[in-house]
């Protein structure tokens, strides 16, 4: 076993705090990583917070793992001392059945093993995320960072980036589609810029006309505000994809109707209850109604290669590990544009 220092959460009230742990010793496919850089996301939040009901305390939150491989296994083939490499929402799956010979690891039917929060599929043990100065990963699960991309920034894409980009892979959006995008945090921010990078023609929608100046920054090409009645009446019918990064309870009828024909709705940000759905606009143009979640190995390793090469990289604030549980209380409080990255060097 390898000692390691994290910050971790004792219980649902308390704060972060550091504490020493111990990793497995390698098994014969493992990678063992050393953290450097380390995402924020609000999952983190609700899993500190016991918002599910299901953490185990201690709780050692961090999905967005970006690295330098520091060992192998014997039988590791794909990575070596010194490989710039990631982590993301999973790090282990059954193997054995549809979802997972189909490269979506995350529908696992044995239920995937989450980076932290998870149990071990060999030892039963809880597995502890990447607010900490090391983890150790099945190969399978590990992903390899291009060089022409920058590993400061690649964090928030192991979690935000693949939860956008699966459905608009899924749902075909490129050159010529025209896609909306509600809300502008840390997963709307990445739809635009992914979206546009695509090729597609791109209008964020959003309640606050504070944030146009900010969405056109990031490369849309329109804004549409919700509370103008008159806007929201002509956009009407005209959307091919609308990806809905609301977090909480919301009704979506009013953006189905911005739905064209053939037209699909992805909710990724909103896990709980939605207002109750009217049939008929989903009969109308014969529109669709979905919800995704994260993404496969294969699907999160193209995401990455796909950005290196067109250089879509999230705006991230840069912080300490101390200085996580003040991160925590700003992102909940929509006070950072758009994702906090924790730099372990600090």
Known sequence: MTAFTAYCACDAHAPLVPRLFERRELRADDVAIAIHYCGVCHSDAHQIHNDWNNTVYPCVPGHEIVGRVTAVGPEVTRYK?????????????????APC???QEQHCQQGPTATYNGKDRITGETTYGGYAERIVVREKFVLRVPDALDPRYAAPLLCAGITVWTPMRQHGVGKGSKVAVIGLGGLGHLGVK???ALGAEVTVITTSASKAEDARTLGAHHVLLSTDAKAMLAAMNGFDFILDTIPTRHNVNPYLMLLGRQGAMVVVGAIEL?????????MRNNRSLAGSLIGGIADTQELLDFCAEHQVLPRCEM???????????????????????IDMAK
Do not use: W
């Open 81 to 97: 001392v010194g490989d710039r490499v990631a982590v993301g929402c999973l790090v282990d799956s059954c193997q054995q059945c």
């Open 101 to 103: 010979a189909d490269g």
């Open 194 to 196: 992914l979206a546009v």
């Open 274 to 282: 939605l207002e109750p759905v009217h049939g008929a606009l989903l």
């Open 319 to 341: 912080i300490a590990m101390p200085e996580i549980n003040t991160a925590i209380t700003r992102m909940l409080a929509n006070d950072v544009k758009y994702r906090f990255v």
